[in-house]
């Protein structure tokens, strides 16, 4: 990124953290969390101890960084190396990124961008080096965040009904991206990696076996869950019966068609009704992970809380810079909604555009301060 990007950028940022210190607080035992930042063009600072908000916000001030970490775990010693740090537990977290579900819509609001030389453009090869290698960006669409909180309103019923976590320990941020994470305090805290990932094969429904849910050794004799069934067995059954009443038919149907028949079908089943969450990130019990209330580089928008899931717009409620106008030379062939306003598409030309629009451009790298 070019140096009078990065003054803009930091410059905005340093003042989003001046006017929005009560947006941005350490987590529950912040004296027991690892914290870590990242500087535009520049490396991880990692094994940073904070007691406080107030040593929070100086360290925001002081650095301006591009990007602000906290651990989900806790530890005795969070400032001293990884395999000194004496780990206690870790609050569970989740990852739902709308770029993983991969919907049809993607490639109307994905930009190519080519790894040598940085052109934008929609070709094989760039037609400005004729290099094939391309970055993408992608800008916020309202179809891929209606998709995540499809996916994140699964997650939260299988974690709330299955495995009994009160609503309230469950807390949804907007990623600041085009995504949710979710943070929860549980009794499953203490868990390590290896029961993560029994947890993770439980929420994503990775994994089922048709003898679960009633294949017998003679599949004749097999015995189907019911549509009140608590957990998988209720929402297995719902999806293959639909109805109490198609049950004793689609059953017999079921029995005749044979055991791997049906072990596809609970197969099928995993993309619609499992949580579709990035496995790798709950199964990580030493990451840091971004900080609630901080802004995410890749779009100048801010890691949110959501109170209301339904309701929430991330373009509206995500986006705190100001409005002042600034010149930029954008060069955007999508378009982009933010605070209900329209902008793009831009081939490489100058145009005046608020703050706000100006620093989700320059974060995406399709636009430059002129
Ligand atoms: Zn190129
Ligand atoms: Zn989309």
């Known amino acids: 990124m070019h140096d009078k990007d990065v003054k803009f950028l930091e410059d905005a940022f340093k003042k989003y953290y001046f006017d929005h210190f009560d947006l941005i607080h350490t987590p529950k035992n912040p004296e027991m969390r690892e914290f870590g930042y990242q500087k535009f063009n520049s490396g991880m600072t990692r ?127 907007f990623s600041g991206n085009e995504g949710f994470h979710v943070h929860v ?13 029994e947890l993770v094969d439980y929420l994503t429904f990775r994994g089922a076996i048709p003898e679960t849910f009633g294949a017998r050794t003679n599949f004749a004799k097999s015995v189907f869950p019911d549509l009140d069934d608590k957990g998988w067995l209720g929402r297995v059954s719902k999806a293959v019966f639909g109805a109490k009443s198609n049950k004793a038919k689609i059953s017999k149907q079921i029995i005749s068609e044979g055991y791997f028949p049906f072990k596809k079908k609970i197969e099928s089943l995993q993309k619609e009704l499992g949580a579709q969450i990035d496995p790798n990130v709950t199964i990580d019990v030493h990451r840091i992970f971004r900080l609630g209330g901080t802004i ?20 509206m409620d995500a986006c705190f810079i100001d409005e002042s106008e600034v010149s930029v030379l954008a060069d955007c062939p999508v378009s982009f909604r933010l605070r209900n306003k329209k902008f793009g598409p831009y081939h490489k ?12 451009m320059i974060c995406k790298g399709c636009a430059s301060v002129s």
């Open 47 to 173: 094994h940073i101890s904070l007691k406080s908000d107030k040593e929070l916000h100086l360290l925001l001030m002081k650095n301006i960084p591009s990007d602000v970490y906290c651990s989900n775990a806790r530890y005795s010693f969070p400032n001293l190396p990884m395999a000194e740090k004496d780990w206690q537990n870790a609050d569970l977290i989740f990852d739902i990124d709308a770029k993983d579900l991969q919907l049809p819509c993607r490639q109307n609001h994905t930009i190519k961008k080519c790894t040598s030389c940085g052109n934008i453009g929609n070709s094989e090869s760039c037609t400005q080096c004729n290099a094939t290698k391309f970055d993408t960006v992608s800008v916020l669409c309202n179809d891929c965040i209606a998709g995540a909180k499809k996916e994140l309103n699964k997650l939260i019923t299988i974690l709330t009904n299955d495995l009994g976590i009160p609503r309230q320990n469950i807390t949804v941020y």
């Open 296 to 315: 995410n580089s890749k779009s100048g928008l801010t890691k949110t809380l959501c109170t209301d899931i339904a309701k929430f717009n991330p373009g």
């Open 349 to 360: 030309e100058r145009t005046s555009v608020p703050k706000y629009a100006a620093v989700y």
């Open 185 to 197: 305090t549980s009794a499953y805290e203490t868990l390590d990696s290896r029961h993560r990932a």
